[in-house]
């Protein structure tokens, strides 16, 4: 969860948070300490620089940190996790505070990666029986959870994740614990008067933005 601290307390990233989304999109993980004022991301370092540890650091652990990063005119809480498995690095995660609509890094994932309305894509989308949960995967490594936090609201991302050196733990568990939402799902999304506002607006962008070129 995000942590609830004071906001002069929290450094502030000189990345904005959507160089940070490029960034994680890009190399499935972030390989640039500095970017959180570190030399590197040994666990010795991120101790020293008042990152939690979570886990059992003999099994799966991680560690995380709060910040604060720049989103369009305003200030965002993001939490930076550093994953390991005993000793052996296994990437980075964020956890997003609400504030950013799945739809916003949707359209800022297309457009930094030049795709134009004819390009295919390579998005899953899946969901929790009751769709107020779902998770997008992109380009079959990378994995952005949302949810939906009112009922009249849009999707919220809450975490970026991706795979890590060819392994596929964090699309696997997708696939495994959600219901994928298909293209035919989608459109009935759209017609149907009895889904939920997210879930609606989400199909409308889907089908305005994102097809006819990726039905699957």
């Given at each position: 969860?995000?942590?609830?601290?004071?906001?002069?307390?929290?450094?502030?990233?000189?990345?904005?948070?959507?160089?940070?989304?490029?960034?994680?999109?890009?190399?499935?993980?972030?390989?640039?300490?500095?970017?959180?004022?570190l030399?590197?991301?040994?666990?010795?370092?991120?101790?020293?620089?008042?990152?939690?540890?979570?886990?059992?650091?003999?099994?799966?652990?991680?560690?995380?940190?709060t910040?604060?990063?720049?989103?369009?005119?305003?200030?965002?809480?993001?939490?930076?996790?550093?994953?390991?498995?005993?000793?052996?690095?296994?990437?980075?995660?964020?956890?997003?505070?609400?504030?950013?609509r799945?739809?916003s890094?949707?359209?800022?994932?297309?457009?930094?990666?030049?795709?134009?309305?004819?390009?295919?894509?390579?998005?899953?989308?899946?969901?929790?029986?009751?769709?107020?949960?779902g998770?997008?995967?992109?380009?079959?490594?990378?994995?952005?959870?949302?949810?939906?936090?009112?009922?009249?609201?849009?999707?919220?991302?809450?975490?970026?994740?991706?795979?890590?050196?060819?392994?596929k733990?964090?699309?696997h568990?997708?696939?495994?614990?959600?219901?994928?939402?298909t293209?035919?799902?989608?459109?009935?999304?759209?017609?149907?008067?009895?889904?939920s506002?997210?879930?609606?607006?989400?199909?409308?962008?889907?089908?305005?933005?994102?097809?006819?070129?990726?039905?699957?």
């Open positions: 969860m995000i942590l609830v601290e004071a906001l002069e307390t929290l450094k502030m990233l000189n990345v904005p948070f959507l160089a940070l989304f490029d960034l994680h999109l890009k190399e499935k993980t972030i390989n640039h300490p500095d970017l959180f004022g030399k590197d991301f040994s666990p010795s370092e991120l101790m020293a620089n008042d990152y939690e540890l979570v886990g059992d650091p003999s099994d799966f652990h991680l560690y995380e940190k910040y604060t990063a720049r989103y369009n005119h305003r200030v965002l809480h993001i939490v930076f996790k550093r994953y390991f498995c005993s000793d052996r690095d296994k990437g980075s995660g964020i956890s997003i505070a609400p504030g950013v799945l739809t890094l949707l359209r800022r994932y297309t457009r930094s990666q030049g795709i134009n309305p004819t390009t295919p894509l390579s998005l899953e989308f899946y969901f929790s029986e009751d769709k107020k949960e998770a997008l995967i992109l380009d079959d490594s990378n994995v952005i959870r949302f949810n939906q936090l009112d009922n009249r609201g849009s999707y919220m991302a809450a975490t970026l994740e991706s795979d890590h050196d060819g392994v733990i964090t699309t568990s997708v696939r495994t614990t959600m219901d994928h939402f293209f035919e799902s989608m459109r009935e999304a759209l017609r149907k008067r009895d889904v506002t997210a879930l609606h607006r989400l199909a409308e962008y889907y089908f305005k933005h994102l097809t006819p070129s990726n039905p699957t």
